[in-house]
Protein backbone atom coordinates (compact mmCIF):
# COMPACT_ATOMS: atom_id res chain seq x y z
CA UNK A 1 0.00 0.00 0.00
CA UNK A 2 1.17 3.59 -0.97
CA UNK A 3 1.81 6.14 2.26
CA UNK A 4 0.68 9.88 1.86
CA UNK A 5 4.53 10.39 1.88
CA UNK A 6 4.38 8.01 -1.23
CA UNK A 7 1.46 9.58 -3.27
CA UNK A 8 3.00 13.05 -2.46
CA UNK A 9 6.31 12.63 -3.81
CA UNK A 10 4.77 10.56 -7.06
CA UNK A 11 2.89 13.24 -7.42
CA UNK A 12 5.21 16.16 -7.60
CA UNK A 13 7.06 13.33 -10.13
CA UNK A 14 4.81 13.11 -12.22
CA UNK A 15 3.82 16.79 -12.20
CA UNK A 16 7.15 17.85 -13.01
CA UNK A 17 6.80 15.91 -16.43
CA UNK A 18 3.07 16.52 -17.09
CA UNK A 19 0.37 18.99 -15.61
CA UNK A 20 -2.44 17.80 -12.93
CA UNK A 21 -5.50 16.91 -15.26
CA UNK A 22 -8.94 18.71 -14.85
CA UNK A 23 -11.77 17.35 -12.85
CA UNK A 24 -14.97 19.27 -14.16
CA UNK A 25 -18.74 19.09 -13.13
CA UNK A 26 -20.69 19.34 -15.86
CA UNK A 27 -24.41 20.40 -15.38
CA UNK A 28 -25.88 18.39 -18.20
CA UNK A 29 -24.11 15.48 -17.50
CA UNK A 30 -25.02 15.71 -13.67
CA UNK A 31 -28.55 16.13 -14.69
CA UNK A 32 -28.49 12.90 -17.11
CA UNK A 33 -27.50 10.92 -14.00
CA UNK A 34 -29.10 12.60 -11.52
CA UNK A 35 -26.08 13.09 -9.33
CA UNK A 36 -23.76 15.52 -8.68
CA UNK A 37 -21.22 14.32 -11.17
CA UNK A 38 -17.16 14.76 -11.69
CA UNK A 39 -15.47 13.90 -14.41
CA UNK A 40 -11.29 13.03 -13.77
CA UNK A 41 -10.52 13.77 -17.30
CA UNK A 42 -7.33 11.44 -17.90
CA UNK A 43 -8.16 12.30 -21.68
CA UNK A 44 -6.07 15.11 -20.94
CA UNK A 45 -3.01 13.45 -20.87
CA UNK A 46 0.17 13.66 -23.25
CA UNK A 47 -1.12 10.36 -24.35
CA UNK A 48 -4.61 10.55 -23.90
CA UNK A 49 -4.88 9.15 -21.48
CA UNK A 50 -3.72 7.82 -17.32
CA UNK A 51 -1.28 4.67 -18.07
CA UNK A 52 1.21 7.70 -19.08
CA UNK A 53 1.23 8.73 -15.40
CA UNK A 54 2.74 5.13 -14.21
CA UNK A 55 5.12 5.00 -17.13
CA UNK A 56 6.93 7.94 -15.74
CA UNK A 57 7.22 6.17 -11.85
CA UNK A 58 8.38 2.91 -13.59
CA UNK A 59 11.07 4.28 -16.44
CA UNK A 60 12.35 6.61 -13.41
CA UNK A 61 12.53 3.35 -10.96
CA UNK A 62 13.93 0.94 -13.83
CA UNK A 63 17.03 3.42 -15.14
CA UNK A 64 17.67 3.94 -11.59
CA UNK A 65 18.02 -0.06 -10.47
CA UNK A 66 19.03 -1.35 -13.86
CA UNK A 67 21.00 1.03 -15.45
CA UNK A 68 22.38 -1.44 -18.21
CA UNK A 69 18.89 -2.53 -19.38
CA UNK A 70 18.98 -1.88 -23.58
CA UNK A 71 15.43 -1.60 -23.48
CA UNK A 72 11.57 -2.74 -22.68
CA UNK A 73 9.32 -5.59 -23.89
CA UNK A 74 5.76 -4.84 -23.09
CA UNK A 75 2.17 -5.70 -24.51
CA UNK A 76 -0.92 -3.31 -24.45
CA UNK A 77 -4.15 -2.57 -26.14
CA UNK A 78 -2.88 1.02 -27.10
CA UNK A 79 -2.81 3.08 -23.67
CA UNK A 80 0.19 1.26 -21.92
CA UNK A 81 1.76 0.47 -25.17
CA UNK A 82 1.62 4.32 -25.87
CA UNK A 83 2.96 5.53 -22.29
CA UNK A 84 6.02 3.06 -22.30
CA UNK A 85 7.53 3.77 -26.02
CA UNK A 86 7.39 7.48 -25.30
CA UNK A 87 9.24 7.03 -21.41
CA UNK A 88 11.53 4.15 -23.19
CA UNK A 89 12.60 6.23 -25.64
CA UNK A 90 13.42 9.50 -23.90
CA UNK A 91 15.43 7.56 -21.72
CA UNK A 92 17.22 6.22 -24.38
CA UNK A 93 16.25 2.69 -24.40
CA UNK A 94 14.47 0.25 -27.20
CA UNK A 95 10.98 -0.34 -26.83
CA UNK A 96 9.16 -3.73 -27.97
CA UNK A 97 5.54 -3.93 -28.11
CA UNK A 98 3.95 -6.17 -29.05
CA UNK A 99 -0.73 -6.12 -29.81
CA UNK A 100 -2.86 -8.66 -30.63
CA UNK A 101 -3.52 -8.88 -34.46
CA UNK A 102 -6.80 -6.36 -35.45
CA UNK A 103 -5.55 -4.08 -32.87
CA UNK A 104 -6.82 -0.37 -33.00
CA UNK A 105 -5.60 1.21 -36.10
CA UNK A 106 -4.79 4.42 -34.62
CA UNK A 107 -3.16 3.30 -31.56
CA UNK A 108 -1.04 1.33 -33.01
CA UNK A 109 -0.27 4.40 -35.00
CA UNK A 110 0.62 6.18 -32.22
CA UNK A 111 2.61 3.70 -30.29
CA UNK A 112 5.20 3.83 -33.58
CA UNK A 113 4.76 7.65 -33.59
CA UNK A 114 6.10 7.42 -30.03
CA UNK A 115 8.64 5.44 -30.48
CA UNK A 116 7.75 1.86 -30.39
CA UNK A 117 8.38 -1.54 -32.11
CA UNK A 118 5.48 -2.74 -32.62
CA UNK A 119 4.73 -6.54 -33.39
CA UNK A 120 0.98 -8.26 -33.63
CA UNK A 121 1.04 -11.57 -31.77
CA UNK A 122 -1.81 -13.98 -31.66
CA UNK A 123 -6.21 -13.42 -30.86
CA UNK A 124 -6.46 -11.25 -27.63
CA UNK A 125 -4.46 -9.45 -25.30
CA UNK A 126 -3.28 -12.26 -22.94
CA UNK A 127 -2.08 -14.06 -25.61
CA UNK A 128 0.45 -11.18 -26.30
CA UNK A 129 1.36 -10.82 -22.72
CA UNK A 130 2.34 -14.52 -22.95
CA UNK A 131 4.99 -13.72 -26.25
CA UNK A 132 6.07 -10.14 -24.47
CA UNK A 133 6.97 -12.17 -21.80
CA UNK A 134 8.76 -14.65 -24.23
CA UNK A 135 10.76 -12.27 -26.32
CA UNK A 136 11.97 -10.26 -23.36
CA UNK A 137 13.48 -13.49 -21.64
CA UNK A 138 15.22 -14.27 -24.73
CA UNK A 139 16.57 -11.22 -25.95
CA UNK A 140 17.98 -9.82 -22.50
CA UNK A 141 15.21 -6.75 -22.31
CA UNK A 142 13.33 -5.47 -19.20
CA UNK A 143 9.64 -6.62 -19.37
CA UNK A 144 6.97 -4.34 -18.09
CA UNK A 145 4.65 -6.28 -16.80
CA UNK A 146 0.22 -4.50 -17.21
CA UNK A 147 0.68 -4.60 -13.48
CA UNK A 148 3.28 -3.59 -11.18
CA UNK A 149 4.10 -1.32 -8.02
CA UNK A 150 5.91 1.11 -9.59
CA UNK A 151 3.25 1.49 -12.78
CA UNK A 152 0.54 1.93 -10.01
CA UNK A 153 2.27 4.64 -7.70
CA UNK A 154 2.27 6.48 -11.07
CA UNK A 155 -1.39 5.20 -11.81
CA UNK A 156 -2.54 6.63 -8.44
CA UNK A 157 -1.56 10.06 -8.56
CA UNK A 158 -4.74 10.83 -10.81
CA UNK A 159 -7.19 9.61 -7.76
CA UNK A 160 -4.45 11.98 -5.59
CA UNK A 161 -5.70 15.01 -7.41
CA UNK A 162 -9.27 14.19 -7.74
CA UNK A 163 -9.39 13.11 -4.11
CA UNK A 164 -7.59 16.03 -2.48
CA UNK A 165 -9.49 18.49 -4.36
CA UNK A 166 -12.72 16.52 -3.59
CA UNK A 167 -12.46 14.35 -0.44
CA UNK A 168 -16.27 14.33 0.47
CA UNK A 169 -17.23 12.45 -3.16
CA UNK A 170 -19.78 9.47 -2.03
CA UNK A 171 -18.37 7.16 -4.90
CA UNK A 172 -15.74 7.06 -7.98
CA UNK A 173 -16.60 4.78 -10.80
CA UNK A 174 -13.79 3.06 -12.15
CA UNK A 175 -12.65 0.80 -14.64
CA UNK A 176 -10.95 -2.48 -14.88
CA UNK A 177 -8.60 -4.24 -17.44
CA UNK A 178 -5.90 -5.45 -15.20
CA UNK A 179 -6.16 -3.24 -12.30
CA UNK A 180 -3.67 -0.67 -11.94
CA UNK A 181 -6.48 1.77 -12.18
CA UNK A 182 -8.87 0.88 -9.47
CA UNK A 183 -5.57 -0.21 -7.56
CA UNK A 184 -4.33 3.11 -7.03
CA UNK A 185 -7.90 4.89 -6.41
CA UNK A 186 -8.29 2.52 -3.85
CA UNK A 187 -4.48 3.46 -2.49
CA UNK A 188 -5.06 6.86 -2.79
CA UNK A 189 -8.92 6.82 -0.91
CA UNK A 190 -6.61 4.75 2.10
CA UNK A 191 -4.00 6.86 2.25
CA UNK A 192 -6.15 9.94 2.53
CA UNK A 193 -8.10 8.57 4.90
CA UNK A 194 -11.46 8.83 3.32
CA UNK A 195 -14.71 6.95 3.31
CA UNK A 196 -15.40 7.18 -0.67
CA UNK A 197 -16.44 4.03 -2.04
CA UNK A 198 -14.73 2.56 -4.99
CA UNK A 199 -16.57 0.89 -7.65
CA UNK A 200 -15.14 -1.03 -10.49
CA UNK A 201 -16.68 -1.24 -13.90
CA UNK A 202 -15.93 -4.29 -16.26
CA UNK A 203 -17.52 -5.19 -19.57
CA UNK A 204 -20.01 -8.22 -19.65
CA UNK A 205 -18.28 -9.84 -22.52
CA UNK A 206 -14.56 -9.68 -20.22
CA UNK A 207 -15.73 -9.88 -16.26
CA UNK A 208 -12.52 -12.08 -15.35
CA UNK A 209 -12.26 -9.27 -12.13
CA UNK A 210 -15.73 -9.20 -11.33
CA UNK A 211 -15.76 -13.96 -11.71
CA UNK A 212 -13.14 -13.56 -9.61
CA UNK A 213 -14.28 -11.20 -6.96
CA UNK A 214 -17.49 -13.05 -6.31
CA UNK A 215 -15.44 -16.69 -6.24
CA UNK A 216 -12.95 -15.41 -3.68
CA UNK A 217 -10.19 -16.63 -6.31
CA UNK A 218 -8.57 -15.66 -9.88
CA UNK A 219 -11.02 -16.98 -12.32
CA UNK A 220 -10.23 -16.75 -16.35
CA UNK A 221 -12.43 -16.23 -19.21
CA UNK A 222 -12.66 -18.27 -22.25
CA UNK A 223 -12.61 -14.88 -24.04
CA UNK A 224 -12.91 -11.19 -23.80
CA UNK A 225 -14.66 -9.66 -26.70
CA UNK A 226 -15.67 -6.18 -26.46
CA UNK A 227 -14.96 -2.68 -28.21
CA UNK A 228 -14.37 -1.17 -25.07
CA UNK A 229 -10.53 -2.43 -25.44
CA UNK A 230 -8.97 -1.29 -22.75
CA UNK A 231 -11.00 -3.60 -20.42
CA UNK A 232 -10.66 -6.83 -22.98
CA UNK A 233 -8.37 -8.76 -20.28
CA UNK A 234 -9.19 -12.87 -19.70
CA UNK A 235 -6.36 -12.99 -17.13
CA UNK A 236 -6.32 -11.69 -13.88
CA UNK A 237 -3.66 -10.03 -11.59
CA UNK A 238 -2.97 -11.80 -8.73
CA UNK A 239 -1.33 -8.62 -7.08
CA UNK A 240 -3.85 -6.17 -8.48
CA UNK A 241 -6.82 -9.03 -7.50
CA UNK A 242 -5.61 -9.32 -3.63
CA UNK A 243 -6.32 -5.20 -3.84
CA UNK A 244 -9.36 -4.44 -5.25
CA UNK A 245 -11.53 -7.80 -3.77
CA UNK A 246 -10.85 -5.99 -0.79
CA UNK A 247 -10.94 -2.67 -1.48
CA UNK A 248 -13.84 -1.79 -4.13
CA UNK A 249 -17.17 -1.46 -2.24
CA UNK A 250 -18.69 -3.54 -5.83
CA UNK A 251 -17.84 -4.45 -9.10
CA UNK A 252 -20.30 -4.12 -11.53
CA UNK A 253 -20.90 -5.37 -15.60
CA UNK A 254 -22.15 -3.31 -18.46
CA UNK A 255 -22.76 -3.95 -21.67
CA UNK A 256 -21.48 -2.83 -24.72
CA UNK A 257 -24.72 -1.21 -26.01
CA UNK A 258 -23.96 0.72 -22.34
CA UNK A 259 -20.63 2.06 -22.96
CA UNK A 260 -21.60 3.46 -26.31
CA UNK A 261 -24.70 5.63 -24.79
CA UNK A 262 -22.06 6.61 -22.82
CA UNK A 263 -19.76 7.80 -25.13
CA UNK A 264 -22.62 9.92 -26.68
CA UNK A 265 -23.43 10.97 -23.55
CA UNK A 266 -20.25 12.42 -22.66
CA UNK A 267 -19.71 13.90 -26.18
CA UNK A 268 -23.35 15.61 -26.30
CA UNK A 269 -23.48 17.24 -22.40
CA UNK A 270 -19.45 17.68 -22.38
CA UNK A 271 -18.10 17.62 -25.87
CA UNK A 272 -15.25 15.31 -24.68
CA UNK A 273 -14.27 12.05 -26.81
CA UNK A 274 -14.16 9.04 -24.79
CA UNK A 275 -13.20 5.51 -25.97
CA UNK A 276 -14.87 2.26 -24.76
CA UNK A 277 -13.29 1.78 -21.37
CA UNK A 278 -13.37 5.29 -20.37
CA UNK A 279 -16.59 5.81 -21.25
CA UNK A 280 -17.41 2.65 -19.35
CA UNK A 281 -17.19 4.51 -15.48
CA UNK A 282 -20.07 6.82 -16.43
CA UNK A 283 -21.95 3.69 -18.30
CA UNK A 284 -21.69 2.08 -14.62
CA UNK A 285 -23.43 5.06 -12.98
CA UNK A 286 -26.12 5.52 -15.22
CA UNK A 287 -26.54 2.12 -14.81
CA UNK A 288 -26.60 2.91 -11.15
CA UNK A 289 -28.70 6.31 -10.88
CA UNK A 290 -31.18 5.60 -9.06
CA UNK A 291 -28.88 4.21 -6.21
CA UNK A 292 -26.88 7.32 -6.64
CA UNK A 293 -29.57 9.98 -7.09
CA UNK A 294 -28.67 13.20 -5.30
CA UNK A 295 -24.81 12.41 -4.30
CA UNK A 296 -21.53 13.98 -5.26
CA UNK A 297 -19.77 11.12 -7.13
CA UNK A 298 -16.97 10.78 -9.89
CA UNK A 299 -16.36 8.82 -13.05
CA UNK A 300 -12.76 8.35 -14.48
CA UNK A 301 -12.37 9.40 -17.99
CA UNK A 302 -9.67 6.77 -18.50
CA UNK A 303 -8.91 7.54 -21.95
CA UNK A 304 -10.25 9.50 -25.47
CA UNK A 305 -7.97 7.08 -27.90
CA UNK A 306 -11.31 5.96 -29.33
CA UNK A 307 -10.74 4.62 -33.46
CA UNK A 308 -12.01 7.41 -35.77
CA UNK A 309 -14.86 4.67 -37.55
CA UNK A 310 -16.02 3.29 -34.13
CA UNK A 311 -16.34 6.82 -32.60
CA UNK A 312 -18.37 7.43 -35.90
CA UNK A 313 -20.62 4.54 -35.28
CA UNK A 314 -21.38 5.38 -32.22
CA UNK A 315 -22.16 8.94 -32.87
CA UNK A 316 -24.54 7.30 -35.67
CA UNK A 317 -26.45 5.65 -32.91
CA UNK A 318 -24.73 2.16 -33.38
CA UNK A 319 -22.93 -0.12 -31.26
CA UNK A 320 -19.35 -0.91 -32.57
CA UNK A 321 -19.16 -4.86 -33.07
CA UNK A 322 -15.68 -6.82 -33.14
Same mark, same amino acid.
Not at 122 to 145: H, K, N, Q
Not at 186 to 199: F, K, N, P, W, Y
Not at 245 to 254: E, F, L, P, Y
Given at each position: M??????????D?V????????????????AA?????WV?? %?N????????V?????????L????P?????????R????????? *? *??????T??V????G?????N???R?????L???????????????????????F???P??P %?L?R???T?????????P??????VP??????????????D???L?????????????T??L????G??I? =??????F?????V?V?????????S?????I?A???? %?VAD??R??F??????? %?G?????L *????Q???RM??R?? *?????G???? =????KT???G???Q?
Amino acid at each position: MLSLDDLSAAADFVHARMAPTPQHHWPLLSAAAGAQVWVKH %ENHTPTGAFKVRGTLTFMDWLTRTHPDVPGICTATRGNHGQGQAW *A *ATNAGLTAKVYVPRGNSLEKNAAMRAFGAKLIEHGDDFDTAREEAFRVAEAEGLFIVPPYHP %ELVRGVATYAYELLSAHPDLDTVYVPIGCGSGICGTIMARDALGLSTQVVGVVSDRAQTAKLSVEAGRLIE =TNSAVTFADGMAVRVPVQAAFDIYSKGAARIIAVTDA %EVADAIRLYFTATHNVA %EGAGAAPL *AGLMQERDRMAGRKV *AVILCGGNID =TGWFKTVLDGHTPQV
